[in-house]
């Protein structure tokens, strides 16, 4: 079992950029996919980029050019960079770990881009 803690999230402006963090309880080393999905009012889950194991990524259409995912195995965190930030970014931020056959989901992170 993991245990996932988001940070990071907050109120920016359009065109603003913010970095979430996700800490998870331990060694993600071997872990097979870490990634961020969002939530917004509304709507479902919808996927916004996946890191592998092996440091492959894979980012929704959406974000691609202005997000970039990264993790520091030592740490145990992976990261979202989000650059370019607009007002349809706007969700709650969850971190997702996949160890098959298991999912893991922290409890999300606000993320508000409003002028």
């Known amino acids: 079992q993991v245990q996932l803690v988001e940070s990071g999230g907050g109120l920016v402006q359009p065109g603003g950029s913010l970095r979430l963090s996700c800490v998870a309880s331990?060694?993600?080393?071997?872990?097979?996919?870490m990634g961020w999905y969002r939530q917004a009012p509304g709507k479902v889950r919808e996927l916004v980029a996946i890191?592998?194991?092996?440091?492959?990524?894979t980012y929704a259409f959406s974000v691609k050019g202005r997000f970039t995912i990264s993790k520091d195995n030592a740490k145990n965190t992976v990261y979202l960079q989000m650059n370019s930030l607009k007002l349809e970014d706007t969700a709650v931020y969850y971190c997702?770990?996949?160890?098959?056959?298991?999912?893991?989901w922290g409890q999300g992170t606000q993320v508000t881009v409003s002028s």
């Open positions: 331990r060694s993600i080393f071997s872990i097979d996919a």
């Open positions: 890191i592998t194991s092996g440091g492959s990524t």
């Open positions: 997702n770990a996949q160890e098959r056959p298991f999912d893991y």
